[in-house]
Nanobody
């Protein structure tokens, strides 16, 4: 099994940037297809971004395209989410997810999840 720990969340003003990290332990991160999801208060969890095992292919939800960038450093067993031009509607708990197989935006298929990190964007 792999354990996931997110970090980097916090409070930022609209228009600002944050970089989230997801550190994987227990197994080699390069064996896992990784993704980010988020859940705002009172809303369902939604897909943010995903990245292939090597990092060569990325996928994004429509609401973050052009503003967020997902990357990974397999040597550090870490996946990143660079968030730019943040908006108040980006406020949510951000979760990292992993699975050995290609899962893309299908959150129900991911077998491993982190505990989440809070991102709050003030207007």
């Amino acid at each position: 099994q792999v354990q996931l720990v997110e970090s980097g969340g916090g409070l930022v003003q609209a228009g600002g940037s944050l970089r989230l990290s997801c550190a994987a332990s227990g197994r080699t991160a390069s064996n896992y297809f990784m993704a980010w999801f988020r859940q705002a208060p009172g809303k369902e969890r939604e897909f943010v971004a995903a990245i292939s095992w090597s990092g060569g292919t990325t996928y994004y939800g429509d609401s973050v395209k052009g503003r967020f960038t997902c990357s990974r450093d397999n040597a550090k067993n870490t996946v990143y989410l660079q968030m730019n031009s943040l908006k108040p509607e980006d406020t949510a708990v951000y979760y990292c997810a992993a699975d050995p197989y290609y899962r893309n935006y299908v959150q129900g298929k991911y077998n491993y999840w982190g505990q989440g990190t809070q991102v709050t964007v003030s207007s």
